[in-house]
């Protein structure tokens, strides 16, 4: 985008130089005019590069909006598609965690209370992540673009890497591993 709007602006520069270099040949011309004269040929001069020069930079201002539009659109477009791909990437991933954590839970067999009993806390530990990372998927789809950078995606992010973490804690200690 930056080199787009550089060319526009080079391309209206030059259009400004050649109104000078015809200002300034046509006050050369001026030598054998009358005071008058010149002063008429000067101002005719200055006032058609004075016109070139505001076309130039009100093109240039013209292609600078367009290019800033592009920009900010392209920018919208890629936080949009990221924010997709993101939520669908989350909701595979907490898809996996629930299905090995309901495989772990089928095969553990703490054989004494103490294990039972750290099993439950693991359990309602795991009910608590897997619910916070559910409703961090629900914001997301509603989320603007600006609050799924700055706020959902990190808490969703945390949410997933809690219950990682929650399931192969449990996994190392209740699978005989």
Do not use: H
């Amino acid at each position: 985008m930056i080199c787009y709007v550089e060319k526009k602006l080079m391309n209206k520069t030059l259009v400004i130089l050649a109104g000078l270099i015809v200002l300034v040949l046509g006050m050369t011309a001026c030598g054998d005019k009358t005071p008058s004269e010149q002063a008429k040929a000067t101002g005719e001069v200055v006032g058609d590069a004075a016109e070139a020069a505001g076309d130039a930079v009100s093109g240039a201002a013209k292609a600078t909006g367009e290019a800033v539009g592009d920009a900010m659109q392209a920018t919208g477009d890629f936080l949009t598609q990221s924010k997709e791909e993101d939520v669908k990437s989350a909701r595979e991933t907490l898809a996996e965690i629930e299905k090995n954590w309901q495989d772990l839970l089928t095969k553990a067999e703490p054989a004494t209370d103490e294990a039972k009993a750290a099993l439950k806390i693991a359990k309602d530990q795991m009910t608590e992540t897997l619910d916070d990372a559910r409703e961090k998927l629900v914001e997301a789809e509603d989320a603007s673009a600006d609050d799924w950078q700055q706020n959902v995606k990190p808490e969703l992010n945390a949410a997933l890497q809690k219950a990682q973490k929650l399931y192969k804690d449990a996994a190392d200690k209740f699978s005989g591993k």
